[in-house]
């Protein structure tokens, strides 16, 4: 069974600090993998996608992908209380159906 | 652009009742539709995905069906609620991007 492990958190980082997030996927054969973040009551919003190895950035937040350690991970830089939140790792194993983590709680502290 | 609608935003409903969500996509052709559950402290549970009209597959075993009687509208339904069906139920459409969401339904069985 095709599982996506996360540490469910809460995971708390000051104001202006780097928030690392981290998830295991267990298919080698997955293709694709995303970052969601979730607020509390409402749905979640894809923030960042990464198909190959290595690091992609956008704005204050970078992916990381390592497909020989199935492994991926987000860096927040700069961290705002509004990127408070629980972030959800996902993967597609290429039959277009995406596998999620249950996530993990992040509270930047002020 | 794309759109994504569901509704009702919140439901509260009896045990033994029926149950029907609505889902609805804007500004694509030919999608693929998928049901999440979200209970409460637990992560993403695939329900159905649809490739297209009338074509329904079932993840997992249980008092809800699925509907897809046009190409972008997905329904879920129920015949009698169970308590244990209480959760945010979530549409999605997928992309090559991932997944995109609509706002939710959060359904209480009491």
């Known amino acids: 069974q095709k599982e996506v492990e996360q540490n469910s958190g809460p995971l708390s980082v000051p104001e202006g600090a780097i928030a690392s997030l981290n998830c295991t996927y267990s298919?080698?054969?997955?293709?694709?993998f995303f970052w969601y973040r979730q607020y509390s009551g409402k749905s979640p919003e894809l923030i960042m996608f990464?198909?190959?190895?290595g690091d992609k950035e956008d704005g204050r937040f970078t992916a990381q992908l390592n497909k020989a350690s199935q492994y991926v991970s987000l860096l927040i830089r700069d961290s705002q209380p509004s990127d408070s939140a629980t972030y959800l790792c996902?993967?597609?194993?290429?039959?277009?159906?995406?596998?999620f983590g249950k996530g993990t709680r992040l509270h930047i502290l002020p | 652009s794309q759109t994504i609608h569901q509704w009702p935003a919140t439901l509260v409903q009896p045990v033994g009742s029926p149950l029907s969500l609505e889902c609805t996509v804007e500004?694509?052709?030919?999608?693929?539709l998928y049901w999440y559950r979200q209970a409460a402290g637990r992560g993403l549970q695939l329900l159905f995905y649809?490739?297209?009209?009338?074509?329904i597959s079932s993840e997992v075993p249980q008092n809800l069906s699925a509907s897809r009687p046009q190409d972008r509208q997905f329904i879920l339904s129920s015949k009698k609620l169970l308590l244990s069906d209480s959760g945010f139920y979530l549409c999605?459409?997928?992309?090559?991007?991932?997944?995109?969401f609509g706002s939710g339904t959060r359904l209480t069985v009491v």
């Open positions: 990464i198909y190959s190895n």
């Open positions: 298919d080698r054969g997955s293709q694709s």
């Open positions: 999605a459409w997928s992309h090559n991007y991932g997944y995109t």
């Open positions: 649809s490739v297209g009209i009338g074509q």
């Open positions: 500004g694509t052709s030919n999608p693929n």
């Open positions: 996902a993967v597609n194993g290429g039959d277009d159906k995406i596998i």
